[in-house]
T-cell receptor, first 114, second 110 residues
């Protein structure tokens, strides 16, 4: 089991552009959460997907949107990029049948906005 | 609103010394508290959770509801404990949504 995989690992965009990040959850997991981690800070919750629907959302603008596919993989889309969107974006998966708080994280996608 | 505070960005100790990583939280209900760790070049992973009352790699953490704290402790630090440590909170009905603190970098010197 490769665990949670994310792509791409690094990318550079310019202000105003749009970006799509992808995540495949750990085998057997059905819930995917996305976190933004700015430099020197802890991860901040963006949203969570379960059964192809957004189940919870953090304090992020509508420019941040997502999707979950039938195979449980997920995408994070960010429109109209701002310099402040530069961060490490972490995907985490879990199984909704076990509410233990244990999330399995990917290595992240590092986004730089110029 | 739920909030997690880790007052120390960096904690440096010598090998064999005791370690205490501080974590304070604010939450109106009954929270679940966790410590996550990120070793160099590895991904973020769960270290321990308060509900299990477990000791992992010699680390323990006790939830103090009166002081709203969940400090991580180890009596004798090892060099391999050097890592980033994040305290996290989950509200009772929030599924597995976690609120993280800003993290503390632990450096254990030989």
């Amino acid at each position: 089991d490769a665990g949670v995989t994310q792509s791409p690992t690094h990318l550079i965009k310019t202000r105003g552009q749009q970006v799509t990040l992808r995540c495949s959850p750990k085998s057997g997991h059905d819930t995917v959460s996305w976190y933004q981690q700015a430099l020197g800070q802890g991860p901040q919750f963006i949203f969570q997907y379960y059964e192809e629907e957004e189940r919870q959302r953090g304090n992020f603008p509508d420019r941040f949107s997502g999707h979950q596919f039938p195979n449980y993989s997920s995408e994070l889309n960010v429109n109209a990029l701002l310099l402040g969107d530069s961060a490490l974006y972490l995907c985490a998966s879990s199984w909704t049948g076990v509410r233990t708080g244990e999330l399995f994280f990917g290595e992240g996608s590092r986004l730089t906005v110029l | 609103a739920q909030r997690v505070t880790q007052p120390e960005k960096l904690l440096s100790v010598f090998k064999g010394a005791p370690v205490e990583l501080k974590c304070n939280y604010s939450y109106s209900g009954s929270p679940e508290l966790f410590w996550y760790v990120q070793y160099s070049r590895q991904r973020l992973q769960l270290l321990l959770r308060h509900i299990s009352r477990e000791s992992i790699k010699g680390f323990t953490a006790d939830l103090n509801k009166g002081e709203t704290s969940f400090h991580l402790k180890k009596p004798f630090a090892q060099e391999e404990d050097s890592a980033m440590y994040y305290c996290a909170l989950s509200g009772g009905n929030a599924g597995n949504m976690l609120t993280f603190g800003g993290g503390t970098r632990l450096m254990v010197k030989p």
